[in-house]
């Protein structure tokens, strides 16, 4: 058992992700409270060079062809053996796509426990997860013996876990991994579309409050009236209403306009990490304990179909 | 093909959340639950899997209130078999524990493939899919929103950010985290939820105890301070519209 605090590092087709970053600069203040080192577990096949950057003490490179791309089965394995064999004081993860479906397995096998959600570190390690959609927050300690944690972006910037000092890379042997039951065939791109919405100035957002697809014209016309493009949270999507290019989030687009304009959105997290980039939020939601309210820098509780006819309508008077 | 369906009832996050005496726990006096929205995706998904391949659907859930009326939902969505688990699911919220107890339920209902939400909003050690899928000794693939079945596998669309899918395939059994289904969850009549209550009957098994050892422990609960809350315009349709005129002339954006 040592004081160590391990991040298992997330790259994505050559690139090292944000996430990555974040835990790195949680990690540092995890370890200032333990007093062990900062270690990142970097796995893939010639991807040395995507350490170069990380803001660590040490890295532990695990080299392998089936580690070329992200693989449940793969990266489950050899993370359990490096856990099993250097038990440092915690691990950090992802609350991602490639994090959520690493950290489970490897509790359950060797029985550690897990702490999800985590989006600060606090004094004498006191971790703080964010649950119910950004309504309630939960502080917790640091469970004993091995903490397995999963990070949420929104405490740190990614820049506090960069360097610009490469730091000692350590190549480590990895385990057997024939007989995986998963294997990837294929990327398959997003879909392109007429607009970028990462490079619009003025968003006009529209979240499940709108209720139903005839409903989308309300924001359309509006978008239409001011000059700006309409996009959407993951409900309205998946609903069908509008493409999966309009959408803002975790699993969609990062957003930095001017101004974006929420309405009918509540802000869950995974909607949230994609607009603090925005200069100026506002939101229209009736419910006023709704976490959209924490970011925007204007709000209101008006009923959204009083509103945005409303609005629309004194936006065309003044353009005429 | 035999598909399990686990689906959790969790608080409406639309309505008011407050912090019970202990202050760490929600207080669930006033919580109105329901179904998680992913797991609605994973009963949709389950159906539409049968649809193309026949396969058997049995969906199941913790016995606590509200739970006949999701079941009862689910059938008349096409869910073919209906079980309810009892449980200490008030004291008990070890997700250790009640991953090794539905294992065990799970595994003697023999399935080719289970589907869970990719996520609940609610728990602090989350993952019980995962755990799951390791204590059956199955491969797990989450944040999922497509699935086919060929043969002895499954071909599935794994999301990843900025829209970017990754097609792989996992050999049954399996468990996945159904992010979204391939179309909405479809929408079924009352009458027809009712006609379910009179035709199908619902089982009922007994969930090993859970012990509470291993799960993280809440020292406290609190609402998210914030040190710039919005500034807030008038709650008058009317009166916020002009405000927003204004601002919007402001920032230069009209
Ligand atoms: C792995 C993962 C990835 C995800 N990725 C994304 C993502 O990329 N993007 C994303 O958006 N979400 C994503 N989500 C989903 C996210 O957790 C939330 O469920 C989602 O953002 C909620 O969308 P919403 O705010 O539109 O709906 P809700 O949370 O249902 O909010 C609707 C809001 O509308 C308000 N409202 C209702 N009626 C009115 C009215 N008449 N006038 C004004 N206001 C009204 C309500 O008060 C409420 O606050 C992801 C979730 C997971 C687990
Ligand atoms: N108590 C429960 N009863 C039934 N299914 C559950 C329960 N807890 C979690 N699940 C399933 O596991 C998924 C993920 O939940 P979690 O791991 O708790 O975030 C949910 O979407 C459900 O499908």
Sequence with gaps: MNQDIFVAVEHLRGKVSDISYIMLAAAHDLAQNTGGKVVALLLGLNAQQLAGNLNADQVLYADHSLLTDFNPEAYQRTLIGIIDEYKPRAVLFGHTSIGTDTVGCISAQLGLPLVSSVRTIEANNKLISQICGGKIMAECNLPEPIALITLVPGGYKPEQGQSTQSPPVTAIPVQVLDGLRILLNKYIEPETSDVDISKEPLLIAVGRGIQNQDNISLAEELAQAIGGVVCASRPVVDQGWLPTSRLVGKSGSTVKPKVYLAIGISGAPEHVEAITGSDVIIAINTDSAAPIFNIAKYGTTADLFDLVPALTEKIKNIKG | ?254
């Design chain 2, 1 to 254: 093909m035999n598909i399990i369906v686990p689906v959790k009832l969790v608080p409406d996050l639309v309505e008011e959340l407050s912090i019970d005496a202990s202050g760490t726990a929600l207080d669930t006096a006033w919580l109105r639950m329901i179904i998680n929205e992913f797991d609605d995706h994973a009963i949709e998904q389950a159906i539409l899997l049968k649809e193309k391949t026949g396969a058997q659907v049995t969906v199941l859930s913790m016995n606590i209130e509200g739970v006949d009326d999701l079941l009862f939902a689910a059938a008349a969505r096409g869910a073919d078999r209906l079980i309810k688990l009892n449980g200490d699911f008030v004291n008990a919220s070890n997700n250790h524990a009640l991953a090794r107890a539905m294992a065990t339920l799970i595994q003697d209902l023999k399935p080719d493939l289970i589907l869970t939400g990719v996520q609940a909003h609610n728990d602090l050690d989350g993952s019980i899919g995962p755990r799951i899928s390791n204590y059956l000794g199955m491969p797990y693939v989450g944040y999922i929103s497509g699935v086919n079945i060929s043969d002895d596998k499954v071909i599935v669309r794994k999301e990843y950010p900025g829209g970017l899918i990754g097609e792989m395939q996992v050999s049954l059994p399996a468990l996945l985290g159904i992010q979204a289904a391939e179309q909405p969850p479809r929408y079924v009549a009352i009458s027809k939820v009712r006609q379910m209550m009179k035709t199908m009957s619902i089982e009922e098994l007994d969930l090993a105890t859970l012990d509470s050892m291993g799960a993280p422990v809440v020292n406290r609960m609190f609402q998210p301070e914030t040190t710039e809350r919005a500034t807030m315009l008038s709650e008058n349709a009317e009166d916020a519209a002009n405000q927003l005129v204004n601002i919007f002339k402001e920032l230069g954006v009209l």
